[in-house]
């Protein structure tokens, strides 16, 4: 991601408005992280129409606390715009990408590190 890219404030605004700073939102990804390697939410076993995707695991750590809907708006965008980069395409929601037949656990816990990693270093303070 280029510096630029990295400094855009509008890239940490949620949906309510409001920003969220770097570190919420590496809290609420870490949290995601925690859950499905806990819970071993692996999309192998889960498909689509079950309730432990990249999507629901969001959810479920912000109705226990460990984020915000606008933390998981903007965690969102975080990891949609690393794989952008990474794959070198113009648009990616990262639910789909998520379920993708062949997406691993450990592909998802990977961009999710990814993720928090650049939201500290990077996001708003």
């Known amino acids: 991601m280029s510096a630029p890219q990295q400094a855009q404030p509008e890239l940490w605004l949620g ?10 939102v590496a809290t609420h990804l870490d949290a995601v992280a925690h859950l499905m390697r806990r819970d071993n939410w692996d999309p192998q076993w889960y498909g689509p129409t079950s309730d432990r995707r990249l ?3 969001f959810l479920y750590t912000a109705y226990d606390g460990h984020g915000t809907p606008d933390t998981r708006y903007v965690g969102r965008q975080v990891m949609e715009h690393l794989l952008r980069t990474r794959l070198n395409a113009p648009y990616v929601d ?12 450990d592909d ?9 990693s650049f ?7």
């Open 15 to 24: 949906l309510s408005g409001e920003p969220s700073t770097g570190d919420q």
């Open 55 to 57: 999507e629901d695991a």
């Open 94 to 105: 990262v639910w789909v990408w998520s379920e993708q037949p062949a997406r691993t656990l």
């Open 108 to 116: 998802l816990l990977g961009v999710l590190a990814e993720a928090a």
């Open 119 to 125: 939201a500290r270093a990077h996001g708003s303070r």
